[in-house]
């Protein structure tokens, strides 16, 4: 950076004493101190996770990751069924929600005339921010009944997709936990699409109608294509969230920490079970284990999150950033 | 049909010896044919419009539910004295949730205080010093930012609760800053970012300090986005759970808590206060949302 030198000042200043370095100390004893403290955070987060899972893996071993069952009483702890649930649970909400998210952003930036998308989509960046606790809230005492008497049987009668959806319907289950994950990634979804969906230039909209395509013609072969990385970002920032929630998860999804034998059956994730766990643990190995499952959590999300930081780079998505920071 | 003169020409060069009506059938030929193509495609593109619209309604009318249910479920609940008074063994009436409020409110204050000086203060980092530094805070950022809210409440039992052997709002509100912190750092760079170099560079030549230019300049024309995306940082704050979940000492100390709580009894008045404390919250998160939009809208109005 320039502007070091303070000879300028002095001419410019006459009446003052004239600094050679125009900078307080104090100033950057500050500003380095904030950027030096949040990296120790950072560093710290995850030293300490890493550090009071040790435990765990000393007793498991590496297998801890993805073997045996989750049975403290019996002294067994291993995050195997809890790795398949919070997978299972993750990647259904994500088939529910990235056809309805997708369909909605292209809906709300190309189909619907501008004076109802503006405020459609200001309402779902709104709905962005409700609390998750909220949404658990819901869930757990209106949609959950509503699931154990009419979605649940309706999907037990269907035919072929019975092996997937079977019985019996309790109400909390994988399924309800994976629909709850829809509803509160929608509005990241169509957040962040929308904005990708937005940044396609016009001309290239312009050229594509000049050729002759039609409306939806401009929308699937150019302006689809030109927003994929920025929608691939969005449901793989989706997929984060997704993996990481855990305590609408805890409410409804039955905490059964055993391999689903059905989406209508209970189970548990690895965020539903810390919070369920972490209290009651026996200190020591039993916290330790609940650490652990923190632990692969945290590499889990690390993970999905850079990978969605690349594809956002990759487009030069600065903008898709700020977006982020607002509603997610 | 009007002639198409320049087609006529081409015609004429390539086969000289056709005559004018096979000339016209063959216009036709491709008239009409175009005419299917356009008129397939339209279909199609319709057909597929549909189904795109359908699925605006059906991600909306989740969400309203949730809303409506909340507001008419919440407002049974609600009344002067749930606000006022603190809550009550089940069976006792009369019972509130200012307790609630009054923790949320103290933890809150203690993670604004730990996190929006942070976050300016490591955002004006970025800003005056990019380099490889900068570069890896940036990534800190976007790391954390992506940490579940439960493992910040883990880290912040682990560094306070288990060090000094005691439940505390401390470590609540630290939990709640270190999450909010990585959301207010990107904001408040995005924010930075729209303000020129040039005008940083202007105010250090004019002889001011780096302290004076990022209060007078950087500060001043990122103003907008800075409360904007710090109040909306702070109305996700609000509405966490995962981090208080292991460093409040009760349920009856933080709305969330107290929700998640309730929402699990079977008796119906917790479950009627877990709908009123849900609507307090709602509207709280709501209305910092909306302050956030106006002072933007109105900021932006003014500086321009």
């Known amino acids: 950076m320039t502007g070091e030198g303070g000879d300028g000042a002095a001419g410019l200043r006459p009446w003052r004493k004239p600094r050679r370095l125009p900078s307080s100390p104090l100033y950057a004893i500050v500003r380095w101190g904030a950027a030096g403290l949040f990296a120790a955070l950072v560093i710290g987060l995850i030293v300490s996770i890493v550090s009071q899972s040790s435990q765990a893996f000393a007793h498991s071993g590496i297998s801890f990751l993805w073997s045996g069952t989750w049975n403290p009483d019996a002294g067994d702890y291993a995050g195997g069924t809890l790795v398949v649930g919070t997978v299972i649970t993750t990647l259904v909400a994500m088939i529910i929600v990235v056809p309805i998210g997708l369909g909605t952003s292209v809906s709300v930036s190309e189909l619907i005339p501008r004076w109802l998308a503006g405020p459609l989509s200001t309402s779902i960046e709104f709905l962005a921010a409700v609390p998750s606790i909220v949404v658990g809230l819901w869930a757990l005492l209106v949609l959950s009944p509503v699931f154990a008497s009419d979605v649940e049987p309706a999907l037990e009668g269907l035919p072929v997709l019975n092996t997937v959806f079977r019985g019996p319907a309790y109400g909390p289950s994988v399924l309800l936990a994976s629909v709850v994950l829809a509803i509160m990634t929608l509005p990241t979804v169509v957040a962040l699409s929308r904005t990708a969906l937005g940044g396609v230039p016009i001309a290239e909209r312009e050229a594509a109608m000049a050729l002759g395509a039609t409306h939806w013609q401009v929308v699937r072969r150019t302006v689809l294509p030109a927003a994929r990385s920025g929608i691939a970002a969005a449901i793989t920032l989706a997929v984060g969230r997704a993996l990481g929630e855990s305590i609408a998860v805890a409410l409804v999804i039955g905490n059964r920490p055993a391999i689903p034998h059905s989406l209508l059956a209970p189970g548990a994730t690895l965020g539903s079970a810390i919070v369920n766990q972490f209290a009651e643990a026996s200190p020591g190995l039993g916290t330790s284990a609940v650490i652990a499952l923190a632990a692969i959590l945290l590499l889990l999300t690390i993970l999905v999150n850079v990978a969605g930081q690349l594809l956002v780079r990759r487009r030069g998505g600065r903008r898709l950033l700020g977006v982020r920071g607002a509603v997610a | ?304």
């Open chain 2, 1 to 304: 049909m009007s002639t198409l003169p320049s087609i006529q020409v081409a015609l004429d060069s390539v086969m000289p010896d056709m005559g004018l009506a096979e000339v016209t059938r063959r216009r036709l030929l491709v008239r009409d044919s175009a005419r299917r193509s356009i008129g397939r495609r339209r279909m199609a593109g319709r057909a597929m419009q549909a189904v795109c619209l359908i699925t605006v309604p059906l991600g909306l009318a989740p969400l309203v539910a949730l809303v409506i249910a909340t507001v008419s479920k919440g407002a049974g609940a609600l009344n002067v004295g749930f606000l006022l008074h603190a809550p009550t063994p089940e069976g006792v009436p009369g019972g509130g949730i200012s307790t609630a409020i009054v923790g949320s409110g103290e933890i809150v204050t203690y993670a604004i205080a730990l996190a929006v000086p942070m976050g300016l203060f490591i955002a004006l980092f970025l800003f005056e010093r990019p380099g490889p530094i900068a570069s890896a805070v940036r990534f800190g950022a976007d790391v954390m930012s992506g940490v579940p809210s439960i493992i910040i409440g883990i880290f912040a039992y682990a560094i306070y609760v288990e060090r000094f052997h005691h439940f505390s709002n401390v470590a609540a509100g630290l939990a709640l800053g270190v999450l909010m912190l990585p959301i207010m750092v990107r904001a408040n760079e995005e924010a930075m970012r729209t303000v020129p170099v040039d005008l940083w560079e202007a105010g250090i030549s004019l002889g001011a300090r780096r302290s004076r230019v990022a209060r007078s300049v950087v500060l001043r024309g990122a103003l907008p986005g800075v409360v904007t995306g710090n109040l909306l940082a702070l109305a996700r704050g609000v509405g966490e759970t995962a981090p208080l979940l292991f460093t409040v000492a009760s349920p009856t100390l933080a709305m969330t808590l107290l929700i998640f709580n309730d929402a699990t009894q079977p008796f119906p008045d917790a479950q009627q206060a877990a709908w009123g404390t849900a609507l307090v919250l709602l509207a709280l998160v709501l209305i910092l949302s909306v302050i956030a939009r106006t002072v933007a809208w109105t900021l932006n109005r003014k500086t321009r």
